[in-house]
């Protein structure tokens, strides 16, 4: 055979197509974009409309492996013509999908992508598919009253913590580029009158799939059910073939897959310190993937009740703690999607009821993994853990530092106290450290200690094991601050900078200290550094 040796390389114009979804899907009859309801369809297509000057800001060299790209090939000029939109490559079927959603706990009727227009699939070298999806590359059907653009600071936001989540092991959607579209966007950051030009930019973000729960509830709530098995046979089909043909027994066993994956993921969450900010159901991924960064955030003190999403500040439906409690009401929503291809309710529920144990069982093995404990053992464990997680914000504790410096507390020594010296600088405040909370603190440790010495190893390897999954670096909110105020001055260094450090967030990286502080004072109440909006 004379096929290619190179199999690890193809030129932009060498991607190979292979659109599973448009194919084997219903599509909207209407090719135009203007604003509508679109129904017994599962998708739109639709054109990116052309950007003026784009400019390539950053890529995700791991991403764009993924794709068989080479960095010469996101060197040239074409690669930003493409990944803005400007420019479709043949064999591509660029379309909006059609999802309703659950937004803030009320059903929300039609939503779809309104500023997200899917490309086509690219099939790798691997066989894998991976949709491309321009994000911020204009209007759509289901645009609304809004302009299907995407500004500078949410591009960046998105595109950088993707990457970042992927690199922490978190399930995610993927970011190949972050390319500035030289056009101003209007928004109004706020929603509090004071609208301005700030620049556009558009990401191209790569997932096996970007459907949503929404993209079934939709379906369900229209009682188009003939549609509806179709796009729930195509998804079993594609991603989780493992439970074809989607049987009434299958669709089952594939919604307890689903609930697994969504725990799992909610697990992962609260390892790494994430606040997702808008759990509706249209930002749900069926893959069980974090989707859609809009305003989310990360723990610095640890906060259980915190959220960076000013406009859920009030009600605070999807802070920290909630966030596994949400998904299961998130679940249960895609529950009543599916009953009809089932006609039973009692499996579905029953299904559902195993959620809190699904979930229950992989937190407290993370939970275990944190605090570099080989197994968890509930009759002591959970106090144990309880008992920290009570602690933690009764002072501002730095939850990043916190987990990461336990792993260098020492087991033995002179005094309780003494086991404290590693952990001080998780602390935001000094004086808040009186005497009542470091004996607090002390007696933690203390127990902390005896239970690792129980352990057969004792604490041997204790800190290799836990450096796996206590990050060192995480995407601080201040972080990503920082980068886009540098963008905005036309300077790409400390973007790039930051997508380097966030490919090892478990390793330390000396030369890189800076990035792994805790939130500088400025910082506690600058907009975009604590408190976002989901305008963007
Ligand atoms: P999100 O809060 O980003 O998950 O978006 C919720 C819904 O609003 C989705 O249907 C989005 O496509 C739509 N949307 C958000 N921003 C825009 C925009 N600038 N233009 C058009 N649609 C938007
Ligand atoms: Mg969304």
Known sequence: ??????????????????????????????TTNTRRQVEKACYSRVQPTPVQAPELVAYSKEAAAL??????????????????????????????????????????????????????EVVNQQGEHW??????????????????????????????????????????????????????????????????????????????????FGNFEILAARGDLTTLKQLVEVTINHHFPQFAPATPEHILAWFEHVCRLTAQLMVEWLRVGFVHGVMNTDNMSILGLTIDYGPYGWLEDYDPTWTPNTTDAMGRRYCFGRQAQIAHWNLARLADAIHPLIAQSAPLEEILRSYPHLFTQSWQEMMANKLGLQVFIPATDQRLVEDLLALLPQIETDMTHFFRKLAEVPLVVDRDQDRLAPLMDAFYQPKQLDENIREKFSQWLARYANRLCEQPEAGRGRKERMNLVNPKFVLRNYLAQLAIDKVGEGDFSLVNKLLEVLRHPYEEQPDMEEFARKRPEWARYRPGCSMLSCSS
């Open 1 to 30: 055979m004379t096929r290619a040796l190179n199999v690890s390389h193809r030129s932009l114009e060498q991607l190979v197509f292979d659109n599973r979804f448009t194919r084997e899907l219903p599509a909207d009859a209407q």
């Open 131 to 212: 949709m491309l999806q321009l994000k911020g590359a204009g209007p759509t059907p289901y645009s609304r009253g809004a302009d299907g653009l995407a500004v500078l600071r949410s591009s960046l936001r998105e595109f950088l913590c993707s990457e970042a989540m992927y690199h922490l092991g978190v399930p995610t959607t993927r970011a190949l580029s972050l390319i500035l579209s030289g056009e101003s966007v209007m928004r109004d950051m706020f929603y509090d009158g004071h609208p301005a030009l700030e620049p556009g930019a558009v990401v191209c973000r790569l997932a096996p799939s970007f459907l949503r």
């Open 67 to 120: 794709l068989d790209l080479q960095p010469k090939d996101v060197a040239r000029p074409a690669f930003s013509q493409i990944f803005s939109g400007n420019t479709l490559l043949p064999g591509m079927d660029s379309h909006a999908m059609c999802y309703g959603g659950h937004q803030f706990g009320n059903w929300a009727g039609q939503l779809g992508d309104g500023r997200a227009i899917n490309l086509g």
